[in-house]
């Protein structure tokens, strides 16, 4: 009780008194009542939104340009299922926040896909979206890069280490940056470099 009062910026007696409640015991699933006026309680950077029939905290993320993550973190759930006429907290500024630096993952992508689209790494993907596997559902939203990688071209006489202190860089991290389990270059062969 008292974590939620503090987190609406009211009292549990508030609570109490609001929700007809003799003590401070709560149960999981329990809806109480927050304030008597809804604006008090909605922050302006939120909308409030009431689950229907057949909603899934997937198809909400997809809808609004958000991830399951977030709202599963912004809502303090647990799991991903809903209750119908349930309310969930929606950040408004999500549908905003699409932009050059983010991508919507549509049917068929892949990270490896993504990464080479906008001349990344896949581990640097998954690290800037917190990701611990290479599996992506439709419509999440990733995170992009921001510095840039340009590409060469492998020429005759090429090695690795010559690129790398071409581009200021290491061996390793040129491997990493192409997926590379090997040093063998293939002339022709275009490479990511920073």
């Known amino acids: 009780m008292w974590s939620i009062a503090n987190k609406y910026g009211t009292t549990v007696s ?13 149960q999981v699933g329990q809806t109480l009542k927050i304030s008597s006026n809804e604006k008090d309680i909605i922050p302006d950077d939120y909308i409030l939104y009431k689950v229907k029939s057949g909603d899934s905290l997937w198809n909400i993320a997809k809808e609004y340009n958000t991830t399951v993550d977030t709202l599963k973190s912004v809502n303090n759930l647990t799991s991903d299922k809903l209750s119908i006429n349930q309310q969930l907290l ?3 500024n999500e549908k905003l926040s699409v932009n050059s630096n983010t991508y919507v993952v549509k049917k068929g992508d892949t990270l490896w896909d993504i990464a080479n689209e906008y001349n990344t790494t896949v581990s640097e993907l998954k690290s800037l979206n917190n990701l611990s596997t290479n599996v992506l559902q439709i419509g999440q939203v990733l995170k992009l890069p921001t510095k840039s990688y340009g590409t060469y071209t492998v020429r005759k006489g090429d090695s690795l280490w010559k690129i790398a202190q071409e581009y200021n860089t290491s061996v390793s991290e040129l491997m990493k940056l192409n997926n ?5 270059l293939q002339i022709g062969t275009s490479l990511l470099v920073p």
């Open 90 to 92: 929606i950040p408004k």
């Open 180 to 184: 590379l389990n090997s040093s063998t």
């Open 14 to 26: 508030k609570l109490k008194e609001l929700n007809n409640l003799s003590s401070n015991v709560l």
